[in-house]
């Protein structure tokens, strides 16, 4: 996966009018991605402060997922952070809360459900203690 769906995009004013045209391409095609404004910050600050926000954090480095999931949680000001990785996302995800001193949840896959199942019920506990 070269990018997660909503993080670039092609803007309209880049938009081809008709069918990219094969013949015209004998090289190959080069493709320009935008990246997608980023809005979470201000769905808090602008929109409404009493939202309880959740962002969801994928990466394929181990290493770097619970920094990059922090890092969300003091950039954009979310309450809780989904934190997984690629090659294991539908077995294990991790709930990162902005509580201060909170440890990291690690929710893993219940061989009768899907992941998002033990994700909900996480989302809907770190909620309810906030």
């Not at 803007?11 to 069918?19: G, I, Q, Y």
């Not at 190959?28 to 009493?50: A, F, H, M, R």
């Not at 922090?70 to 950039?75: F, G, L």
């Amino acid at each position: 996966m070269a990018a997660a769906v909503s993080d670039f995009y092609i803007p309209d004013s880049s938009l081809s009018t008709h069918k990219i045209q094969s013949k015209d391409h004998g090289d190959g095609l080069t493709i320009s991605l935008e990246p997608v404004p980023k809005k979470l910050k201000s769905i808090v600050e602008d929109w409404n402060p009493n939202t309880f926000l959740v962002s969801f954090k994928l990466e394929t480095d181990s290493k770097i997922l619970l920094e990059k999931a922090r890092s969300a949680i003091e950039k954009y000001n979310v309450h809780l952070v989904v934190a997984n990785e690629l090659h294991s996302r539908y077995d294990q995800a991790v709930l990162i809360s902005a509580v201060e001193g909170s440890e990291p949840v690690i929710l893993n896959k219940n061989p009768s459900d899907p992941i998002e199942k033990e994700i909900v019920e996480g989302i809907i506990n770190a909620h309810i203690s906030a």
